[in-house]
């Protein structure tokens, strides 16, 4: 399936379920996935300069540095697989990203198509991060309240463990959501002024993407 408007930008505070919706989207369609949340994780891991700095923002719950994920994102919007149309998955966070996004996106002749906005109470946010579990092996998202894996603490995909982030911790993700209020909060009047902006309530995920499927279509 093929959409018209295929390069997209999720908005959302943490747990809106910007990579929940982004998983299933991508199973019914071909895009790529950017998540930068993703790609520092992999610098942490990697112990790179950059993961190494990058670690302890991430674990007080505040950004990394604009340039610093502008430029990976700029060099991950570069490959091949980005032609077809790509998910930016919590980028960008900040009005300046946004604009150095702009300017990234001129240089290779492409532009935003649509920025999807989901909507999501505090109250729920917090339950759903404080009860989330990733996987260790693949991008599989569970959650212990709303969507539990078959078995307990093990991947219903892939077999592999899930864990909880340690930046899902209570103190951290009131964090989270007050940098969510202040940085990013102001990028919904943004797209909203540029025509790009697409707001979903909360509900039923499964819902939600064949909704936005159609609106994209
Ligand atoms: P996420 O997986 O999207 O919740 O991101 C986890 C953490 O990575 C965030 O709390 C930030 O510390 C960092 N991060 C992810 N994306 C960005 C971004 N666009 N700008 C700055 N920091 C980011």
Redesign the pocket.
């Known amino acids: 399936m093929s959409l018209t408007k295929k390069n997209l930008i999720f908005l959302g505070a943490?747990g809106a379920g910007?990579?929940t919706i982004s998983n299933l989207l991508l199973a019914k369609v071909k895009l790529a996935h950017i998540?930068?949340?993703?790609l520092?994780?992999a610098e942490v891991a990697a112990k790179s300069e950059l993961g190494l700095a990058?670690g302890k923002?991430?674990a007080s719950?505040?950004?990394?540095?604009?340039e610093i994920?502008a430029k990976m994102v700029r060099a991950r919007l570069a490959k091949d697989d980005c032609r077809e149309g790509f998910i930016l998955?919590?980028?960008?966070?900040?009005i300046q990203?946004a604009e150095l996004l702009d300017a990234a996106l001129k240089e290779i002749h492409s532009q935003i198509d649509a920025v999807i906005y989901l909507h999501v109470d505090d109250e729920t946010l917090l339950q759903r991060l404080t009860a989330r579990l990733n996987c260790r092996g693949c991008d599989a998202i569970y959650n212990k309240l709303f969507m539990p894996p078959k078995v307990e603490g093990v991947c219903d995909k892939c077999g592999s463990a899930l864990y909880q982030?340690s930046?899902d911790s209570l103190e951290t993700a009131k964090q989270?959501l007050s940098?969510f209020y202040k940085q990013t909060e102001p990028l919904i009047e943004f797209y909203r002024k540029a025509g790009l902006l697409m707001t979903f309530e909360k509900g039923d995920p499964n819902a939600i993407v064949d909704q936005m499927i159609s609106d994209l279509k």
């Open positions: 943490p910007k990579g998540s930068t949340g993703d520092l994780r990058a923002i991430m719950g505040g950004l990394v540095p604009d994920v998955d919590g980028f960008p966070r900040t990203q982030r930046d989270r940098v």
